[in-house]
Nanobody
Framework: QVQLVESGGGSVQAGGSLRLSCAVS????????MGWFRQAPGKEREGVAILYYGGASTYYADSVKGRFTISQDNAKNTVYLQMNSLQPEDTAMYYC??????????????????????WGQGTQVTVSS
């Protein structure tokens, strides 16, 4: 059974940083496709960043490129999202997700939330101006 458990959310001021963690179990994530998504109130869930090939390949939404970094620690079975230069528009519930196939990450579907099968419960990030 795949389980994803996020942590690390919180409240910060604009310009601050947070690191989100996603503890993974029951999923062969070392070679598969995982990502971070977010959903703000009244908005559709959107892809933020994904990684695959054991973390060797990554992809970011334009809105976070250069500010966010996704990574993984195989020894700890954990995927991270380092978020720097946070802005109020980054305020959202952040979710860790795993895809059923590596092909998702290698295709144009890589940031499409409904292509991902396994989800964590989410962690809230709030950025104040």
């Amino acid at each position: 059974q795949v389980q994803l458990v996020e942590s690390g959310g919180g409240s910060v001021q604009a310009g601050g940083s947070l690191r989100l963690s996603c503890a993974v179990s029951g999923y062969t994530y070392s070679s598969n496709c995982m990502g971070w998504f977010r959903q703000a109130p009244g908005k559709e869930r959107e892809g933020v960043a994904i990684l695959y090939y054991g973390g060797a390949s990554t992809y970011y939404a334009d809105s976070v490129k250069g500010r966010f970094t996704i990574s993984q620690d195989n020894a700890k079975n954990t995927v991270y999202l380092q978020m720097n230069s946070l802005q109020p528009e980054d305020t959202a519930m952040y979710y860790c997700a795993a895809a059923p196939s590596l092909d998702i990450c290698r295709s144009w579907r890589r940031l499409i939330w409904y292509e991902y099968k396994y989800w964590g419960q989410g962690t809230q990030v709030t950025v104040s101006s």
